[in-house]
T-cell receptor, first 115, second 111 residues
Framework: DSGVTQTPKHLITATGQRVTLRCSPR?????VYWYQQSLDQGLQFLIQ???????AKGNILERFSAQQFPDLHSELNLSSLELGDSALYFC??????????????FGPGTRLTVL | DAKTTQPTSMDCAEGRAANLPCNHS???????VYWYRQIHSQGPQYIIH???NNETNEMASLIITEDRKSSTLILPHATLRDTAVYYC????????????FGQGTRLTINP
């Protein structure tokens, strides 16, 4: 158990819909990262938040957005869903700060299925 | 981040040491070598990381060559639960904090 929690575990929805994935980081961690894992793309970085502010962006679609709240939990919002958005979505957390050598710990993931 | 090369798959007998190689010939002096693994579709699990020196923890040992162009992750007594995809990742010490995952090595531990 990494200490990172994600809800829900599974999500099944239809094309065109909007969903919200939630992540609670480990106690004391200020950084939250979102990753997407699809069959054809592997594990890809989407976005990072540090202490409530966006710090880095990866290959995140415009239909996707995220935020980190004052209690440090984070939400990933996916809208206008397409079949290709079906994937595992992982959240990771780390202490954060200026240096990247702090270790990222991953949550169990949310499996999104778009029908 | 430097590119890494890993074998696509490996097999190891239960109870034996599993040695997973990783080439990172373009690694820079300020880049760390990290290892994660992913069991089935679970979240990636941190294993170990190092810069220059060999490292050991309760899960594994990391051997980095003197020129730092390659490394080996060693699981000393592999069990069936070690069957997973193992990712070798090179990260800079400053700047971008994301992890860049390659295809990894699918390690199968056989009874």
């Amino acid at each position: 158990d990494s200490g990172v929690t994600q809800t829900p575990k599974h999500l099944i929805t239809a094309t065109g819909q909007r969903v919200t994935l939630r992540c609670s980081p480990r106690s004391g961690d200020l950084s939250v990262y979102w990753y997407q894992q699809s069959l054809d793309q592997g594990l890809q970085f989407l976005i990072q938040y540090y202490n409530g502010e966006e710090r880095a962006k990866g290959n995140i679609l415009e239909r996707f957005s995220a935020q980190q709240f004052p209690d440090l939990h984070s939400e990933l919002n996916l809208s206008s869903l397409e079949l290709g958005d079906s994937a595992l979505y992982f959240c990771a957390s780390s202490v954060g700060g200026a240096f990247s050598t702090d270790t990222q710990y991953f949550g169990p993931g949310t499996r999104l299925t778009v029908l | 981040d430097a590119k890494t090369t890993q074998p696509t798959s490996m097999d190891c007998a239960e109870g034996r040491a599993a040695n997973l190689p990783c080439n990172h010939s373009t690694i820079s002096g300020n880049e760390y070598v990290y290892w994660y693994r992913q069991i089935h579709s679970q979240g990636p699990q941190y294993i170990i990381h190092g810069l220059k020196n060999n490292e050991t923890n309760e899960m594994a040992s990391l051997i980095i060559t003197e020129d730092r162009k390659s490394s080996t992750l060693i699981l000393p007594h592999a069990t069936l639960r070690d069957t997973a995809v193992y990712y070798c990742i090179v990260r800079v010490a400053e700047g971008a904090q994301k992890l860049v995952f390659g295809q990894g090595t699918r390690l199968t531990i056989n009874p």
